[in-house]
């Protein structure tokens, strides 16, 4: 049984009705053995007439296909690029590139997955001061100077997080508590070695807290040792390096 179309269907249009009419009158012309030579001519004239119409329509259709793989190529590159940008912005600090807290204590926890794990705590000393005397724009530039002479400082594969106004994380993997106390003298003495170019004159120095801990250990752990020693050495004067109580029995 014939299929009937449905009711209120659009009719399908044949983009090449007009080329399918002209090649069927072309084939009956060719089955007829009665017609003149004048059929003959008139009858493949009319197909090579068509035939140029889809031979222009195609190019037509290609070079607007070629154009649209190109748009869709190009808006396809920048999606990848602000995607790109959003997942840095998710895990960077927007003031000085470095990893958000977020960000550190999901790489902290990566990291202890395969192996053990130093911790440098450090915390930026009478910073309050330095926002009242000199303006908050000057307190940012601080920050991101100690950011860049800690980036100066930290061996390759250490990696740098703000974790609070003032404060910053620095991972230190497979590092022992001797090596990484040496490392967070080293950053100690990069900060406090010179003035900073944003307050003339004007040395600034943090105060530091270290601990270790195993692989698969306690990063939340680790973190609040080596903030307990950061505050050790913010009340035994400031501007030094402590080692967290528990990784000097251990």
Known sequence: MLSTPEAGAQPQHDLFEQEAAALERALRVRDNATLA??????????????????????????????????????????????????????????????????????????????????????????????????????????????????RQSVPVGAEIGRVGGEEFSILLPCASLEAALQRAEAMRQAIASRPFDCLPGRVVTASFGVSTTPQHGSFGDAYARADEAMFEAKRGGRNQVRAAAAALQG
């Open 37 to 150: 030579a004048a059929d003959y001519r008139a009858a493949l004239g009319d197909l090579a007439l068509h035939f140029e119409r889809l031979m222009r329509e195609s190019r037509r259709l290609i070079r607007r296909s070629d154009r649209e793989e190109r748009e869709l190529n190009v808006l396809n590159s920048e999606l990848h690029r602000l995607a790109s940008q959003l997942e840095y912005k998710a895990r960077h600090d927007s003031l000085t590139g470095a990893l958000n807290r977020g960000a550190i204590f999901e790489r902290a926890g990566r990291l202890l997955e395969c192996c053990p794990l130093a911790l440098v705590v450090l915390d930026i000393d009478c910073f309050k001061s330095i926002n009242d005397a000199h303006g908050h724009p000057a307190g940012d530039a601080v920050i991101c100077e100690v950011v860049n002479r800690l």
